[in-house]
């Protein structure tokens, strides 16, 4: 395997999470953090932009992913996180800015990136290349952020924050 050219390269940069993914422990952690300090500024565009913004970096990371994962000669690398924080984007768009549902976001994607529980395992095993790098975590932020969503929904009085 060769070694990351993040501070080198503008491809391992972004896929790395702006270095984020170097860390020698939890980079897919620390890339979903790095994805929460982006959401501000999401949150400032219109929705529609935003769901723009999000579903562009998603097919750009279909190719980033891919790239840097051939660059460095592994499917996927653990430091490779931009698709966490695609991931995370997905999980938060919809729901309040607020911390407590960063909070439930961050954990609830953390643990279906992290478990990979069926379909999500599926996908991950079966799907190669940057698509597949990244679809596993799509999906989880999908499914994290509907159900963190139905949750919003049922206006359950603790989650008010």
């Not at 050219?5 to 999470?17: E, K, S, T, Y």
């Not at 979903?32 to 300090?37: Q, R």
């Not at 970096?57 to 000669?73: E, I, Q």
């Not at 911390?99 to 279906?112: D, E, K, P, T």
Request: proline share 6%; glycine share 14%; charged share 10%.
């Amino acid at each position: 395997m060769r070694s990351p050219q993040v501070w080198r390269n503008i491809w391992h940069f972004l896929a790395f999470g702006f270095g984020s993914g170097l860390a020698k422990k939890a980079p897919g952690t620390w890339g979903t953090l790095a994805g929460l300090a982006v959401m501000p500024v999401l949150y400032m565009l219109p929705l529609a932009w935003a769901l723009g913004c999000i579903a562009l970096a998603s097919v750009f990371g279909f190719w980033l992913c891919g790239r840097v994962a051939d660059d460095l000669g592994v499917h996927d690398h653990g430091g490779i996180v931009w698709d966490e924080m695609v991931g995370i984007w997905m999980t938060l768009i919809l729901l309040p800015p607020t911390w407590v549902w960063w909070v439930l976001g961050f954990v609830l994607f953390r643990i279906l990136d992290i478990l990979k529980p069926w379909p999500i395992s599926i996908l991950d095993r079966n799907v190669g290349g940057g698509f597949g790098i990244m679809i596993d975590d799509m999906l989880a932020g999908l499914i994290a952020g509907a159900l963190l969503y139905a949750l919003w929904l049922a206006e359950l009085p603790l989650l008010a924050g």
